[in-house]
């Protein structure tokens, strides 16, 4: 793994030289391309230059990588341990001294590897947006209110059998200028650790039958469509508490054939 970024807390606007399209164009954009990727080899991670995700193309990297000492790198990463996470951490309803607004949710899972084995005391990381589809992020001025009870962020480190968890409330979607009328479907930001700073990725987590996820160039830059399926989660009525919590599952496979998409896979 290695550090990466999906996408700015509000979303990606389209910047200067980004010319403005509507739906229909990107969704014709995004059809041709798939028809494109359908004669290649499978991809399972996201294409770094896609074309309907208009950042894209002013991002991506351009120029090869340049080989780094990691010894110095860690000596200027940051670390932490077990007693620097707090399991109350992992609940992002309590902590600010009041009630957030929306749909409390728990959404849990495994990380494991390639092989099916459970990655034990992973931190792991995430953020999103409120009910209303706002971050507490000085860029994000959509015009949506902001919740004093709900920051939106949270970790923990998963258990010996590489289970996480957490209770949130269900994130807003929220426009974000990549086109005309564009939408980001709710979504959460997942960071995992690794065993060391450099091995830090970050990917994202959607909500099934969400008729967004469809129209996002962003998730729909992963073209493969069964790695695509692996960002969705899965409601789980187990996971569900009665007259409390709607509860999701969703594993994060590292490595392998079946590994979640991240975005440092595209090319």
Not at 29 to 39: K, M, Q, T, V, Y
Not at 42 to 70: C, E, F, I, M
Request: with cysteine.
């Amino acid at each position: 793994m290695t550090s990466t970024t999906h996408a700015s807390p509000a979303g990606t606007p389209s910047g200067p030289g980004l010319p403005a399209h509507s739906q229909a164009e990107i969704s014709d954009e995004i059809a041709a391309l798939a028809a494109e990727d359908g004669a290649e080899a499978p991809r399972p991670g996201p294409r770094l230059d896609y074309a309907p995700y208009r950042s894209s193309l002013l991002r991506h990297p351009t120029k090869a990588p340049h080989q780094v000492d990691p010894e110095g790198i860690e000596l200027w990463a940051p670390c932490f341990g077990q007693r620097d996470v707090h399991a109350l951490e992992a609940d992002l309803t309590i902590q600010h001294g009041g009630e957030p607004v929306g749909e409390r949710m728990v959404v849990t899972g495994r990380v494991l590897d390639g092989d099916g084995r459970p990655v034990r005391r992973q931190l792991v990381e995430v953020w999103q947006a409120n009910a209303g589809g706002r971050y507490v992020h000085q860029r994000d001025q959509h015009p949506a209110a902001l919740d004093p009870h709900f920051t939106g962020t949270g970790r923990c480190l998963t258990d010996d059998d590489g289970w996480y968890r957490f209770t949130t409330i269900k994130p807003g979607p929220y426009p974000w200028k990549n086109h005309r009328n564009a939408w980001r479907p709710a979504h959460i930001h997942f960071s995992l650790f690794g065993t060391e700073f450099t091995q830090r990725t970050i990917t994202q987590m959607y909500f099934p039958g969400d008729q967004l996820v469809d129209l996002d160039p962003i998730i729909q830059s992963v073209t493969d469509p069964a790695a695509r399926e692996r960002l969705v989660a899965d409601y789980d009525h187990d996971v569900t508490t009665h007259e409390w919590a709607t509860g999701y599952r969703w594993d994060i496979v590292l490595t392998g054939s079946h590994r979640t998409p991240t975005e440092e896979e595209g090319a």
